[in-house]
């Protein structure tokens, strides 16, 4: 009996561990992955493919804990497929402290725009996923991130710089709503102060700040009906949880009106897709 114990607890902390360290799951509920990834696909996210760190939440909680790097195994790159997670610093509580899956199209220091139906980085297009399809522009309407003075729209959007490690960046009056989330994220704590025109941290005057991380600008495959890096702002890569690497399960929505049993949902012909 007690070697039964001992096999079923050690078990569950070996599932424990690779939930923690290693693997996840995550449900996809939207459809700004489309046609990449479904609403009700079901993956699996490479936690270490990038670096190997302590837990950012007690498990299965949502109580926040600090996390650590304990080394570093690559770097995101174009076209990956990320999960990653933003708090309040950065955004409202509309999108705050959720998974969100999106693939990786600016890495840092490059600069980014829509122009022409066509995604461009440093003036250059490159091959991507925008479609000639009839999708309506998102209809919600959110707020565009924007700290230039120029007018952007859902797809005519930049150029726009993405901020890398080490970047100076100035701070003004007219930008400092933009950048003060970000070095409120770097530093974990709410130290921006604006009276007038005169921008303080931690109680100092400044008018620059050198950024502490690399930054990534994200899109959906379904580019119209995707709220993204265009309103979610930069992605820090320290908010980056892993890399989804296949669909283990996919289960069609279920309709108000649909007679379809729980078998005839699942889409086989998606389970074991690659990424």
Do not use: C, H
Request: hydrophobic share 40%; aromatic share 14%.
């Amino acid at each position: 009996m007690k070697k039964l114990l001992f096999l079923f607890l050690s078990f569950l902390f070996l599932i424990l561990a690779i939930k923690l360290f290693i693997l996840d799951a995550y449900y996809v509920a939207s459809e700004s992955m489309r046609l990449t990834l479904l609403a009700g696909d079901f993956v699996i996210g490479n936690k270490i493919a990038y670096k190997l760190k302590t837990p950012d939440f007690v498990p299965f909680s949502q109580i926040r804990i600090p996390s650590y790097t304990i080394f570093e195994l690559s770097k995101p790159k174009r076209n990956d497929i990320v999960v990653f997670r933003l708090n309040s610093f950065l955004i409202d509580e509309k999108y705050s402290e959720k998974d969100l899956i999106k693939r990786i199209v600016g890495l840092p220091g490059e600069t980014i725009q829509i122009s022409n139906n066509k995604i461009k980085i440093n003036n250059q297009e490159i091959d991507n996923f925008i479609t000639e399809d009839k999708t309506s522009i998102i209809s919600d309407k959110p707020k565009i991130l924007n700290y230039s003075d120029k007018n952007f729209s859902y797809m005519n959007y930049g150029p726009l710089k993405i901020p890398a490690k080490g970047d100076t960046i100035e701070v003004n009056p007219k930008n400092i709503k933009f950048w003060q989330p970000i070095i409120n994220y770097e530093n974990k704590g709410k130290f921006i102060s604006v009276e007038g025109s005169v921008i303080t941290f931690k109680g100092e005057p400044i008018n620059k700040y050198a950024l502490k991380e690399n930054y990534y600008f994200v899109f959906g495959d379904n580019i119209k009906q995707s709220v993204d890096s265009r309103v979610l702002g930069f992605i820090p890569e320290s908010a980056i949880e892993s890399k989804v690497m296949f669909v283990y399960l996919s289960i069609e929505p279920k309709l108000e009106k649909s007679n379809l049993s729980f078998i005839e949902r699942v889409r086989f012909n998606r389970i074991f897709k690659t990424f």
